[in-house]
């Protein structure tokens, strides 16, 4: 699965990971989620991300960090605040 839009690849992210730098990463992607809706604390389903969506945002973000993100811990990453959360604690 590719994490690729039609206008590129995503974004490199910076250390420490802000939500905005995730919201910038969420818009240049070819995904349903919508932005109006997307809080810090809205989880991707709940803003209109499928499950394919929400694999090609993690995809995304595995290519952006250059880290994986194990299945294991996709549950702690469902809103843009847990995943700020969860990338600052782990990125180097």
């Known amino acids: 699965m590719s994490s690729a839009s039609a ?9 420490p990971v802000s939500s905005v ?8 992607l070819d995904t349903v989620i919508d932005m109006q809706k ?3 604390q809205t989880r991707f389903l709940d803003a209109g991300a499928d499950s394919l969506d929400f ?6 973000i595995q290519d952006a960090c250059q880290i994986t993100i194990p299945d294991n811990d996709l549950v702690h990453v469902g809103t843009v605040q847990n995943l700020v959360k969860y990338l600052n604690a782990r990125l180097p």
């Open 7 to 15: 206008a590129g690849p995503a974004p490199r992210l910076a250390r």
């Open 21 to 28: 730098q995730i919201r910038e990463l969420l818009a240049s």
């Open 38 to 40: 997307l809080t810090d």
């Open 55 to 60: 694999f090609s945002i993690i995809a995304a």
